[in-house]
C-alpha cells in the first residue's frame, strides 16, 4: 500500500512527464494542465491505496485515458455547435458565425483537406507496420515511446533486463524505418 507521501512524491514526479505527454497531445497549455490534475486526482481517489510500485503504470493509462475522453468531448461539442450553428437565426440572417472565425495556425481545422487525409494515412500505416513487428518489440516501443516508460521502468514491466528492453527498442525502430521507408514514408 503506498502511503500519502509516496503518494504525494510519485505525483510530484510525474507531474512534468505527464504535461508533457498532455501537452503534445492536445497542443494547448492550460487543456494539458486540466488533464494532468484529473488524472492525479483520479488515481489518487481510485488507485491511492494500491501498492507504490504500481503507480507509474497507472498513471501512465490514467492520463492516456484522460487524453481520449478530452478528444471526445472536443468532438461532441463540435457537433453541437455545427448543428447548432446550422440552423438560421430569428431575423433571417443565414450566415455561420463559425465561417467567420479563422482556426489556430497549427490547429487540426487549419490544415488543408488534403494534409489532414495524409497525416491520417501515414498514422494508419505507422499503426499497421507497428502491429507486425514482434510482439516483445511491439510491447518494448510502445512502453518506452507511447507509454513515455523509462528504461529501468519498462523492463521492470516487461519482466527482463534493461539491456534487452535497449535492444528490442533499438531493433523496433529499425524495423519501422525500414518499412516505412519502402512503403515511401520519410519521418
Not at 539491456?163 to 519501422?176: E, P
Amino acid at each position: 500500500m503506498a502511503t500519502r507521501a509516496e503518494l504525494s512524491e510519485f505525483l510530484a514526479g510525474a507531474e512534468r512527464r505527464a504535461y508533457k505527454q498532455a501537452l503534445f497531445a492536445v497542443r494547448d497549455q492550460d487543456n494539458a494542465l486540466d488533464i494532468v490534475q484529473d488524472a492525479m486526482f483520479k488515481l489518487s481517489e481510485s488507485y491511492g491505496e494500491r501498492p507504490a510500485h504500481e503507480l507509474p503504470l497507472l498513471f501512465t493509462r490514467i492520463v492516456q485515458n484522460v487524453i481520449h475522453d478530452f478528444f471526445r468531448r472536443q468532438k461532441v461539442r463540435s457537433t453541437w455547435i455545427t448543428l447548432f450553428s446550422a440552423l438560421s437565426s430569428a431575423d433571417g440572417d443565414e450566415s455561420d458565425p463559425l465561417e467567420t472565425l479563422e482556426a489556430r495556425p497549427g490547429s487540426a481545422s487549419a490544415e488543408s483537406a488534403a494534409d489532414q487525409v495524409e497525416r491520417e494515412q501515414v498514422v494508419k500505416i505507422i499503426e499497421q507496420e507497428i502491429s507486425r513487428l514482434p510482439a516483445r518489440q511491439r510491447e518494448a516501443f510502445l512502453l518506452r515511446y507511447w507509454e513515455d516508460l523509462d528504461v529501468a521502468e519498462t523492463a521492470v514491466t516487461m519482466k527482463c533486463s534493461e539491456g534487452s528492453v535497449k535492444t528490442h527498442c533499438s531493433r523496433a525502430t529499425q524495423a519501422l524505418a525500414k518499412a516505412l521507408r519502402a512503403r515511401g514514408i520519410e519521418l
